[in-house]
Each structure stands twice: as C-alpha cells, then as structure tokens.
C-alpha cells in the first residue's frame, strides 16, 4: 500500500467544541478599504508568467527520519521543520540540503511529547523553536537543531495555533474560548487583549497556517471569514477582503447549517471555503481556499492587484503537484512534493528536475520556485 505522506483530511477536521468565531468590529459582509475581487472560475490569463524552479531537496529518508503524514511545514534560518501530528507524533529537523537533523521524542518521559500539535519558529530576535502539546499542555522550547532547552506550562484554555511576536508576547487562536477566537498573552501568559469575537454555530473548524508574521507584521485569520487580519497596539484590523462574489459563504449557513452543510455546499462548487492558509512578503499575499474539491492556492500582487492561481502552473505541467505552499521574506515560493508527484513530473512531456531517481517510497521532496 502507497504511503500517505499528506494528511488530506487536515484542513477539514472538525472538533467537538462549540466556540466563536468571525469579524470584530466588521461583519461577515462588511468590506475595508482592501477589499479583493475574485473571480474563483477564472483562470490566469495567458500567457502565464515564467515560472523558475530553483532548487529540490529530497528529504532524507532512512530509519531515524521516516514519518507518516505532514501536517505543518516551516522554513526557519538554514532548516526546514515538518510536523507530523498524526502518526509519528514528532516535528522533524532537516538542513537545506535535506540532510536529516533531529527530531522530537515521542512518549511520557520528562523530556517526551505526547500529543505535538502545533509549533512555531519565532521571531528575529527569538528564533527557538516552541511546540505546543494539546494533551499536556505544555510548550516544549528547543534550539534550532531540536535540543530541548526547558518545558513552559500554558495556563490557558487548548489552542489551535500560536505566534511568538516581538517583546515575547504570543498570539494564541483558540477553538475552545467561549468569548473571543485570538487572545494576546505576555511572557507569563497575562492576558493583554482579547479580539475577534463572532457567531456561534455546531462544532468547530481547524485551519491550515493560521497566523503569519513577518518584519513586524502579525496577520491572521478566522474561521468562516474572508477579512484578513492584522494585529495592532490597539488589539486587531481587517487590512483584506476577499470578494469571491455570490459564492462566499453567508453568516446564516454556517449558524443554522453547521459544519457538515458547509463543506458539502463547498464540495459541491456552490461556494468557496474561508481562507485556510496566508504567507506573505514584499511583494506577494498568499492563500489557499477550498472550492469544488479542490485546494486552490492563489498569489495576490499587492503592487498591481494582479490575482495568480498557482494550481494552474500545475495544470500546465510547470510545477509538480504539490501542497504546503508558502512564501519566504526573500521572494521565493516553496512546497513540499510527494515523491509519487516528482516521479511523475520526470515523465516525458515533464521537466525532469532531479538528478537522480526517485522511488515512491521516499520521503517527500521540497522544491523552491520564483514566479517573475
């Protein structure tokens, strides 16, 4: 049996809490001035851009680094980190290269994890890396090569994703609040702020990257929400819209429908899912929605408004089938490949971008890529 390396129910998985989400002091229909239009049948107009890819690492596969399936994937200073929250119950530490570095210890030792749910790289100044376990709720901190250096305890209800930010304040997103979605602690995890309240509805909705910061600039997203927001002194603003017409959902389907009803009405093309992932740099917005069954990654231009679908490089046999992709500070685009996709994109009437052959048992590969 092939081995699943992507957890493709991810985006999907639905808790068993009631909690609140939605716009703060904007409504689900309300737009700011960053109001974006989107057309989500629309192809990008040809010719597409030229499209570089620039490097791919095979990650090391060999007894110490095998794992089951990705649920998160940071670049961080020289070393990629892969979450897997599911089967192996470990974050991974790759150098650049691919070469195997460290991973996290599974079980109930002093120094052992048992449920890994979340992590986070840091910040310039602060560059540990923190990983959240939603059953001891505890936050193990490491150096870069996955070191344990000490065990913090979190005194708050379990989070779904966190963001360390300057002054070593962290942002936390909750599923389990019952007031508000964010809540903004100190270093002793004082609350400094709470924001984004909003409606109730059946159940609760994990998203993928929730929060981005970058060069002082905290975005983050709520669930069933198309404002993007951006964390300020004062608590949070929406600084985007995104417009996808009569096919965003609407506050009333997701109270009295749930769950279940909106990802069918997703499923099913009638409307296009929140968004569930952003990166950003200088000059691209990036994110991925789900609609007709399809994850869709799109890059937004925020000099010329100009909006990209990255799948439809993919269509075109440009780009490997991939997931995870995100952005980096410096400009180039980066996502992690099944190697069953880059077997494939070796294949005639592909380019064959790796130097050696690739088995389907692989571990992944990570490909870099410019768009120009």
Known sequence: ?????????????????????????????????GKIEIDINAKTKNPLPQIKINHVVNFETSDQSIFGE?????????????????????????????????????????????????????????????????????????????????????????????????NQDVLIRSTFEKDYEYTLYDS???????????????????????????????????????????LTKDGATSVYYLDFGDFNLQQSEVEYGGIPAVWRSVKSGRRVSHPLGISENEQYLLFDVQYAGELIYMAINKQTGKVLRINDFIDQG??????????????????????SEMVHF??????????????????????TFDIQ
């Open 318 to 339: 440009r780009l490997p089938k991939c997931q995870f992709i995100q952005i980096t500070q410096g400009g180039l685009f980066y996502a992690v490949v099944e190697a």
């Open 346 to 367: 070796g294949e005639p009437g592909h380019v064959n971008v790796t130097e050696k052959p690739t088995d389907v048992g692989d571990n992944p590969f990570l490909i």
């Open 188 to 230: 002793n995890f004082e609350v400094i702020n709470r924001f984004v309240p909003g409606y109730t509805y059946r159940g609760s909705q994990a998203l993928g990257k929730a929060i981005n910061y970058v060069k002082q600039r905290t975005l983050f997203l709520s669930a069933f929400d198309y404002h993007i927001y951006q």
């Open 70 to 166: 990705i649920s998160t994937v940071r670049l961080a200073g020289d070393r990629f980190y892969l979450l897997d929250s599911r089967v192996s119950k470990a974050l991974y530490a790759f150098s650049l290269s691919g070469k195997f570095v460290n991973k996290t210890k599974y079980g109930k030792g002093p120094e052992e994890m048992i449920n890994p749910y979340a992590f986070d790289t840091g910040t310039e100044n602060d560059p540990d890396i923190w990983i959240y376990d939603q059953t001891l709720k505890k936050f193990f901190i490491y150096d870069q090569d996955l070191n344990l250096l000490k065990v913090k305890s979190y005194p708050g209800v379990p989070l779904t994703d966190f963001q360390r930010i300057p």
């Open 1 to 33: 049996m092939k081995r699943q390396i992507f957890n493709k129910s991810h985006y999907l998985r639905c808790l068993c809490s009631l909690f609140l989400v939605g716009a703060m002091q904007f409504g689900c229909n309300d737009e700011p001035d």
